[in-house]
Every structure is written in C-alpha cells, then in structure tokens.
C-alpha cells in the first residue's frame, strides 16, 4: 500500500479521502496543506512564491520525510486508523513541534474537518505542547503579557485588536497559520490549537532558525518585507482629534515653526469630509486644501489625511458604489454595518474595482493636492457588531477571509500611489494582517484609553506586532479615550508616555482630549466635535520642556532610526526588539515585558506606574551598559534600581554606543 509519493519535488500523503502536501518553502522552511476529497488549492493568500528549492525526500512504506535545510518533517502512518502525524525536527535532530497522536482507542486527528452546509469546513488543527515552550508574536492584544502560553487567542480583528498569525517559538521555530479565517487559537499546556470557523483545507507554514532575528528574517522572506521609510517619518507627528478647518491646521504649523521644534507631518482627522465615503474635504472648513497643503510644504511638513472605509448610505458616492457592487454585503437583515454620525456600509477592498474606484477619488481630491501620506482608520473594519458570519466580502465569506480586509485595505493606497509615482510610502492604519507590512503599514494601536494600565499594554503590543512581522508600530501617545488636557495627573502620564514614544518606530501624539468644543455648520447641522488642546505646549509649564527635549532627541537619533528603519526594509528586522531578539542566551531576557531594544544598541525601560521616580532594571549578559544622562556604568546580567525623575526614564546604551544621548538625556 502507497500511502505517499514524490510529485516535483513535493511529498504527499494520501488515505481515506484525506490529502496532505508538505513541501519547501523559503529557506529552512516547509508548507503543509491538508483537504477531505478535494484537489489541494494553489492559493497562496500570504506567502509569496517561493525560490528554487531541492528538498530531501525519502519515502519508506508507513514513514516519510522531507528535509529543506534546518527543518524535516517526518511523517508517519500510526498502527490505529492509518491516521497521519507529523513531526518537525532541526538540524540537531531536536523535536520543535509534533501533531497530537491519534490516542489509540481515542481515534483522534490532528487534522479535523468538520463539514459545513454548502461545502468547507471546520477545521481544527492540534500539536503536542512543551510546557517549556515560550511564545511571542500573533500581532496585538490589548494584555499585559509576553509570553503567550496559556493564551488564548480570537482570530479576528477588533478596534485595537490585530490578528496577525505568526509567532516566534522559544524553540527554535517560526509558525505561520496561513488562514484568513475567523477562529481562535489555544496555547494550552496540553495541547495548541487552532480553530478556522470556515475554510477549504488546511495551510500552514513553519520554519526553523538558531536565533529569534534569523526566524524574523526567513519570514519576511516568505510574505514581504516594508519599504523604505520616508524621511517624514523619522521624526515627530501632531496629531488630535480634531484639527476642524484649514486655519486651525496652518496656525498649528506656523506655531511649530515658530517655537523652532521640528516637526516632520500634520495629521487632520477624521470628518474633514461632510459624509463618510466622500472622500473629499468640506469646503466649508476647507475651502482651499492645495493651498494649505502648499504653505505646510514651504514649512517642511507633510499633511497626513484620514480616510475612512465607511460610506453614509448619504453620501455622494453611495448609490454608485452600490450599483457597482462595491460594498460589504450584510447576509441577513438591514445592509447596516456600522452606526456612526449616519447610517454605514464598508467599501470593499477585496474587490479590485473597489480599490480602483476608490483610488480615482483619493488622488483627484488629496493626492493631486501633493498630499504623500494617508491615515487609514477603522481598518478591522470596525463593524457595529462583531457577527462575523453575517457579512461577505468580494473575497468569500467573512468567516472564511474576513481577516484579510485591514491588509487589502492598505494595499489599495499603496497600489494608487505606487501608480501616481511614489516611490517610499507609509500609511497609518489601525489593524494589520499577515503581509500587510509589504504595503506600507504603519500599524497604531487603536482606540485604547489614557491610563497607565493601557500605557503598559502597549509595550508588550508593540514587541508582539514586530516579531508577527509588522516593524512599523506606535501608539496614540497620551492615549486616545479620557485624558483631560488641564488635570495635572494627565499630565504627568502623558509626559511618561511622551517618553516611550519618543523610542518607538514612529513617534506621533494624538488624542481625543477633553473638554470637546461642540461644531455646528452653517446649515445649521451638527458635526464631530473638537477635542481640547493637544500640541505639547498645551500642558503647563513643567511639561513643555520636558516634551519639546524629547522631540529634540528623537530628532538627534535621525541617522540611527533611519538604520534601523533600512534594517527593517532589508530584512524584515524589528525596530522595536524584545530583549531576547538580541540576547537570546540570556535566559532572562525572555521574561521581560516593560523593557526593550531600540534597535540594537538602545534599552529603553519606560517609566509606567503613577507617580514612580524609579525602577528597576535588568541589565543583559554579554555587554557592558552605559546610562544615557549619567554615563554611569553597569555589569551587564544583573538588576538594578535606577532613579527616573519626571525629566528622564532609564535608557542604556549597549557597550556605549549612540554616545551622544548620555549628554541629551
């Protein structure tokens, strides 16, 4: 009996109904794919094609391997119900992850479909657990936590929620769940698994590695690496909620240029427009946009523009686009998506006459203004509720790919600019998927609150987003819900906060301060408010200084982000490292989850707790540390309690490099 055979350089198992592909895939790298009666899909929805590749295939009559570099999987054909488990080894011949047996009498499968009325499955797949096993990345949840075993995990985005299925294992390994689809993961202690709600086969993609920076880097080989970072996006960000008119946007700019602290873009939210899915500016707050955008330009600032994938079943654009067949569609029950200002629908950018209609609008109304740079809000999408099942995108069903709409969203921008010309494009967008980096997304953290609770929540998002791929990341520094621009506890969180930011991918503040000023037009109609003061000047006399010296060392650091951010684009390398990426002997390191590397030579430990003048810090084996503002020095492998006045946090420098922040900090 041929339970398995070689097809071009592939190995494919074959028994009662079930087929599974194992093959190369990038270097040190295999693809598994898995389907009941049914030929195995070509699709690729995340991973690129991949190289040349000449694995090893050795095939016996109940055992089979294949070899591509670091990685085999053997596979075997268990003695109860010919069920099939898989097992991946290293170079060593160490075990890095093993499909659950079939228990014997238990009957059980490593690979369960369960049918769906109409065709497709449930499908559940289930691997052994190493206890030891630590794991990071999966993209971001609001949690406090670095290692994710015991997590358990939605596959799904929300507002502040980005599913981005790939994590780097403790040991040794990479994993890709190559799925769009709604599901969950469980990082038991028993056993992982992971749950698509609806999907065609089974795909999967793991690769091994001898440190967590090769593991990175192999995988942004298999599903794209971001470009280069323009050079506005190594500096400071102004951002609120919201810069209403044109004369508000210009005095901000000029009072920037005045002060002489530089600033690199000017970000006017969301509702500049008078409906969703117009996507244009009111011209009664705007009246002339390209002279704005011209005036900002002799100040050397680039003018960022939200835009939202809401369209106000009023808008201008809404019958067209609904003819055209460029809308979300709700399965059952009124076609009303989300409730915002009006009733709305979500473009769909699955659809590539959606992103061609849409970009027709963007660059006639923004981009033939000189306008290089977007910010793509409510990208999950945020839908007034969360049934994902009751939707369908161009792409299929939203259960079955519905995680893929935040990454096609960025790509319609980066798609229409490329076109238009440009050549190194960041967008801001609120959630990401498996690839988006490749288009340009610089992912926020969402709507998360002004507390220090969500402050330290970032940290860990933030190094879970780069090791998931995504090296562009930040936050809305001060947070974006609560914080009252007069109260002095704000303030002193947002200067901590400020601080953290200053060493993150992108430094940007925005939020939505308190108190509101209401706005109502000439017609007599209400629209979104303006929130109170947000530029750093806004926040007292102990503040300013405190905020306008960060700016200025964020600015000094140019030539080092600007590395930091070739590194990414060259290799797929994190900006902002767990401290493991760059120590990873140091057993320590990978417990930690309120400190970090800027890149390879910075520590930054943030200051997070009310009211707190110092804190601890662990110092990693193999170097010798140097604090920036007192040039003091530290063994490295050992704790200590470091002062952290309101002016300052603790920062390290790595055998004294990047010298030059001892005297600025």
Same mark, same amino acid.
């Given at each position: 009996?041929?339970?398995?055979?070689?097809?071009?350089?592939?190995?494919?198992?074959?028994?009662?109904?079930?087929?599974?592909?194992?093959?190369?895939?990038?270097?040190?790298?295999?693809?598994?794919?898995?389907?009941?009666?049914?030929?195995?899909?070509?699709?690729?929805?995340?991973?690129?094609?991949?190289?040349?590749?000449?694995?090893?295939?050795?095939?016996?009559?109940?055992?089979?391997?294949?070899?591509?570099?670091?990685?085999?999987?053997?596979?075997?054909?268990?003695?109860?119900?010919?069920?099939?488990?898989? @097992?991946?080894?290293?170079?060593?011949?160490?075990?890095?992850?093993?499909?659950?047996?079939?228990?014997?009498?238990?009957?059980?499968?490593?690979?369960?479909? =369960?049918?769906?009325?109409?065709?497709?499955?449930?499908?559940?797949?289930?691997?052994?657990?190493?206890?030891?096993?630590?794991?990071?990345?999966?993209?971001?949840?609001?949690?406090?936590?670095?290692?994710?075993?015991?997590?358990?995990?939605?596959?799904?985005?929300?507002?502040?929620?980005?599913?981005?299925?790939?994590?780097?294992?403790?040991?040794?390994?990479?994993? !890709?769940?190559? $799925?769009?689809?709604?599901?969950?993961?469980?990082?038991?202690?028993?056993?992982?698994?992971?749950?698509?709600?609806?999907?065609?086969?089974?795909?999967?993609?793991?690769?091994?590695? %001898?440190?967590?920076?090769?593991?990175?880097?192999?995988?942004?080989?298999?599903?794209?690496?971001?470009?280069?970072? &323009?050079?506005?996006?190594?500096?400071?960000?102004?951002?609120?909620?919201?810069?209403?008119?044109?004369?508000?946007?210009?005095?901000?700019?000029?009072?920037?240029?005045?002060?002489?602290?530089?600033?690199?873009?000017?970000?006017?939210?969301?509702?500049?427009?008078?409906?969703?899915?117009?996507?244009?500016?009111?011209?009664?707050?705007?009246?002339?946009?390209?002279?704005?955008?011209?005036?900002?330009?002799? !100040?050397? +600032?680039?003018?960022?523009?939200?835009?939202?994938?809401?369209?106000?079943?009023?808008?201008? $654009?809404?019958?067209?686009?609904?003819?055209?067949?460029?809308?979300?569609?709700?399965?059952?029950?009124? %076609? #009303?998506?989300?409730?915002?200002?009006?009733?709305? #629908?979500?473009?769909?950018?699955?659809?590539?006459?959606?992103?061609?209609?849409?970009?027709? =609008?963007?660059? =006639?109304?923004?981009?033939?203004?000189?306008?290089?740079?977007?910010?793509?809000?409510?990208?999950?999408?945020?839908?007034?509720?969360?049934?994902?099942? $009751?939707? /369908?995108?161009?792409?299929? &069903?939203?259960?079955?790919?519905?995680?893929?709409? &935040?990454?096609?969203?960025?790509?319609?921008?980066?798609?229409?600019?490329?076109?238009?010309?440009?050549?190194?494009? #960041?967008?801001? +967008?609120?959630?990401?998927?498996?690839?988006?980096?490749?288009?340009?997304? !610089?992912?926020?953290?969402?709507?998360?609150?002004?507390?220090?609770?969500?402050?330290?929540?970032?940290?860990?998002?933030?190094?879970?987003?780069?090791?998931?791929?995504?090296?562009?990341?930040?936050?809305?520094?001060?947070?974006?819900?609560?914080?009252?621009?007069?109260?002095?506890?704000?303030?002193?969180?947002?200067?901590?906060?400020?601080?953290?930011? @200053?060493?993150?991918?992108?430094?940007?503040?925005?939020?939505?301060?308190?108190?509101?000023?209401?706005?109502?037009?000439?017609?007599?109609?209400?629209?979104?408010? @303006?929130?109170? %003061?947000?530029? +750093?000047?806004?926040?007292?006399?102990?503040?300013?200084?405190?905020?306008?010296?960060?700016?200025? +060392?964020?600015?000094?650091?140019?030539?080092?982000?600007?590395?930091?951010?070739?590194?990414?684009?060259?290799?797929?390398?994190?900006?902002?490292?767990? !401290?493991?990426?760059?120590?990873?002997?140091?057993?320590?390191?990978?417990?930690?989850?309120?400190?970090?590397?800027?890149?390879?030579?910075?520590?930054?430990?943030?200051?997070?707790?009310?009211?707190?003048?110092?804190?601890? #810090?662990?110092?990693?084996?193999?170097?010798?540390?140097?604090?920036?503002?007192?040039?003091?020095?530290?063994?490295?492998?050992?704790?200590?309690?470091?002062?952290?006045?309101?002016?300052?946090?603790?920062?390290?420098?790595?055998?004294? /490099?990047?010298?030059?922040?001892?005297?600025?900090?």
């Amino acid at each position: 009996m041929n339970y398995f055979e070689e097809k071009n350089g592939t190995l494919i198992f074959r028994e009662n109904g079930e087929t599974v592909k194992v093959e190369g895939w990038a270097a040190d790298s295999l693809r598994v794919r898995g389907g009941i009666l049914d030929d195995i899909s070509e699709e690729s929805i995340a991973l690129l094609p991949p190289p040349p590749l000449s694995p090893e295939i050795k095939i016996e009559e109940r055992r089979a391997s294949i070899t591509n570099g670091k990685i085999k999987a053997v596979l075997e054909v268990q003695t109860w119900g010919n069920a099939l488990q898989i @097992t991946f080894l290293n170079q060593k011949n160490e075990v890095l992850l093993r499909e659950i047996s079939d228990g014997g009498a238990l009957c059980k499968r490593a690979r369960h479909y =369960k049918t769906l009325p109409g065709g497709g499955f449930r499908l559940k797949a289930s691997f052994e657990s190493n206890p030891l096993e630590k794991i990071y990345g999966m993209g971001q949840y609001q949690q406090e936590k670095m290692n994710l075993k015991g997590c358990n995990l939605e596959l799904a985005h929300r507002n502040s929620q980005a599913s981005v299925p790939f994590y780097v294992s403790s040991l040794g390994y990479g994993f !890709l769940w190559h $799925n769009a689809a709604i599901g969950e993961v469980h990082f038991g202690l028993n056993t992982t698994e992971w749950v698509a709600e609806s999907t065609k086969q089974l795909d999967y993609w793991i690769t091994a590695g %001898d440190t967590p920076a090769e593991i990175e880097e192999n995988y942004a080989e298999a599903v794209g690496k971001a470009p280069m970072m &323009p050079e506005y996006g190594l500096g400071f960000w102004q951002c609120k909620l919201r810069y209403y008119n044109q004369e508000q946007v210009i005095r901000i700019a000029e009072e920037y240029k005045k002060r002489e602290i530089p600033l690199d873009v000017l970000v006017i939210d969301y509702f500049h427009w008078l409906r969703c899915g117009d996507y244009r500016f009111d011209e009664e707050y705007f009246p002339n946009p390209k002279e704005m955008v011209e005036r900002l330009h002799e !100040l050397g +600032i680039e003018t960022m523009v939200s835009v939202w994938p809401q369209v106000d079943t009023r808008s201008e $654009n809404y019958e067209e686009m609904k003819q055209q067949g460029l809308l979300v569609k709700t399965n059952a029950g009124i %076609d #009303v998506q989300m409730l915002f200002d009006s009733n709305n #629908v979500f473009m769909d950018p699955t659809n590539p006459r959606t992103r061609q209609y849409v970009w027709e =609008k963007i660059k =006639k109304n923004y981009a033939d203004l000189g306008i290089h740079t977007f910010w793509l809000d409510v990208a999950e999408p945020e839908l007034g509720d969360y049934d994902f099942d $009751n939707y /369908r995108y161009y792409a299929g &069903p939203v259960a079955e790919k519905g995680n893929i709409y &935040p990454r096609e969203y960025a790509r319609l921008f980066y798609e229409g600019q490329k076109a238009n010309g440009q050549t190194e494009i #960041v967008n801001l +967008i609120r959630c990401a998927w498996a690839g988006s980096q490749k288009y340009g997304a !610089l992912v926020w953290s969402g709507d998360i609150f002004s507390s220090y609770e969500d402050l330290r929540k970032q940290i860990c998002a933030g190094l879970h987003m780069g090791l998931a791929g995504i090296p562009w990341w930040t936050t809305d520094i001060g947070g974006f819900h609560g914080g009252v621009t007069e109260d002095e506890n704000f303030r002193e969180l947002l200067i901590r906060w400020f601080q953290f930011g @200053t060493f993150c991918p992108v430094m940007r503040i925005h939020g939505s301060r308190l108190p509101f000023t209401p706005i109502v037009n000439k017609a007599g109609e209400v629209r979104e408010k @303006t929130g109170a %003061d947000n530029e +750093i000047w806004s926040f007292g006399e102990e503040a300013y200084p405190v905020l306008k010296k960060f700016i200025g +060392i964020r600015e000094r650091m140019r030539d080092y982000t600007r590395e930091l951010m070739r590194q990414a684009h060259e290799k797929g390398s994190p900006v902002m490292r767990t !401290l493991f990426y760059e120590f990873p002997e140091d057993s320590n390191c990978w417990d930690i989850t309120d400190s970090y590397m800027f890149g390879p030579d910075i520590l930054v430990a943030p200051v997070v707790h009310k009211g707190a003048r110092s804190r601890q #810090v662990y110092l990693p084996k193999g170097a010798e540390w140097v604090q920036a503002g007192s040039g003091k020095r530290y063994e490295g492998g050992k704790s200590y309690e470091i002062d952290a006045p309101i002016e300052t946090l603790p920062v390290f420098l790595r055998d004294g /490099r990047q010298e030059y922040l001892v005297e600025m900090l």
